[in-house]
């Protein structure tokens, strides 16, 4: 059934139109939807304070990496979008036609990252929450978590676009207008465009970090099943889409872009070591209460918490998706069975997985095997990703006319091999620690 205010199957362009004298309706936002929720899912507090870190350290001279990132992750959420768009299936049956090894890799994967990613998203989020009421960190994440499984439990997907793009709102305005009063010099900024790496390993893994890695989870492998959810999974929709995922992507390049520049113009100027993690957000906070009081402090820690609780939104539900999915082809049900679906039997088990199990880490050391296991199995998933859709988008699996093109097809050789090596250098990084 199509939702009230979608397109209709038969107009694409995303254009309502009405019986009465006026005829035709056009507001063209309503176009926009699950390109946006999945840009916004992808920007967490850890992406925020790394564009800080970077900008802090390096000025606007990795500037260049955020825009190349912002076009990769457009070609990246492009191709899995187009393969649903143009044959009604989810990606999880397009990595199944590449033969067991996608399952082996994605059943582990989904269950290890779902479960300590959650207890870190609930945290994070829950810090803004501490900085602003006072309270013990466990309790505004418990909270955190409840919220989000009321939400998403008993809320259906119209209503959760609305309350991820209220969120995005917050975000994108607070960080934005941050970075206006802090007052940049224009022309600094353009010479961020001359491609140029830091020396040393730091300035490669903050460069790699922004192009790779700012607004790219595994949430974006779960776009085709938000348009799933929206109804824009026919052929039809793909100029829709096209549209939908860029301008989402642009305003992610621009959110990014914004927190360099505070990164630079506030960090660097005040001379300020962020602290690791989560925490540099609010070090940030308190150098923005010495600089511009108190009333900027805390509307910084509301875009904060909405960053952080736009993510935990988009992983509960399209992580759970993905999940519900997966159980379903692999019971022999397929994709299209009501237990494969959202809301359906395999959708709420895994909302249950990532709400409440995870809540036993708040309390507790993070078992260090699992972190570590986490990060190995997380930094492989984007290169696994890229390298999955370019036999997906050029063979027989899709209709001619929506294959790659040339240029498609470099974009994602350049996108797999940027992603191996960050990969690479964070699995690296996890194993290295375990031996420590």
Do not use: C
Request: hydrophobic share 55%.
């Amino acid at each position: 059934m199509r939702a009230l205010g979608d397109p209709p199957r038969n107009n694409p362009t995303g254009v309502r139109v009405t019986t009465t004298s006026t005829a035709v309706e056009t507001p063209k936002w309503k176009i926009i939807g699950p390109g946006l929720v999945v840009a916004a899912t992808g920007v967490g507090s850890a992406d925020m304070v790394a564009t800080l870190v970077a900008g802090s350290n390096y000025g606007y001279a990795l500037l260049w990496a955020v825009v190349l990132g912002v076009i990769l992750k457009i070609v990246l959420v492009e191709g899995a979008g187009r393969y649903t768009v143009a044959t009604g299936k989810t990606i999880f049956e397009g990595w199944r036609s590449l033969g067991r090894w996608p399952v082996w890799y994605f059943a582990p994967y989904i269950v290890i990252w779902g479960f300590v990613y959650a207890a870190s998203a609930m945290s994070s989020t829950a810090l803004p929450l501490v900085a602003l009421f006072g309270g013990e960190t466990w309790m505004w994440a418990v909270g955190t978590g409840l919220v989000a499984f009321v939400l998403i439990w008993f809320g259906r997907y119209k209503i959760f676009e609305k309350i991820t793009a209220l969120l995005v709102g917050l975000m994108f305005v607070t960080i934005v207008v941050l970075a206006v009063i802090a007052a940049p010099n224009v022309w600094n900024v353009f010479t961020g465009l001359v491609p140029l790496i830091p020396e040393g390993a730091n300035g490669m893994f903050y460069t790699l970090a922004l192009a790779g890695g700012v607004g790219g989870t595994i949430t974006l492998a779960a776009y085709g099943y938000w348009l799933r959810e929206k109804g824009w999974d026919k052929p039809q929709f793909m100029r829709v889409m096209r549209i939908d995922n860029t301008v989402a992507y642009i305003v992610t390049g621009v959110f990014v872009i914004s927190m360099l520049i505070v990164g630079v113009e506030v960090v660097q100027a005040a001379g300020v070591a962020l602290s690791s993690g989560d925490q540099g957000l609010l070090d940030l906070d308190r150098v923005l209460r010495e600089r511009y009081g108190d009333f900027v402090g805390v509307w910084f820690l509301v875009g904060f918490w909405a960053a952080g609780f736009s993510s935990v939104l988009g992983v509960w539900n399209g992580v759970s998706l993905m999940f519900a999915d997966f159980m379903g082809n692999i019971t022999g049900k397929g994709s299209d069975h009501p237990d494969s679906k959202g809301h359906g039997k395999w959708f709420k088990v895994y909302v249950l997985w990532l709400t409440f199990p995870p809540m036993l880490m708040l309390f507790l050391d993070q078992p260090i095997f699992l972190v570590l296991l986490y990060g190995f199995l997380g930094a492989l998933f984007m290169p696994f990703l890229a390298i999955t859709l370019l036999p997906i988008l050029n063979t027989d699996r899709v209709p001619k006319e929506f294959r790659n093109r040339w240029h498609t097809n470099t974009a994602l050789v350049i996108t797999a091999v940027l992603f191996i090596v960050l990969g690479i250098y964070q699995a690296w990084n996890a194993i290295s620690k375990l031996f420590m």
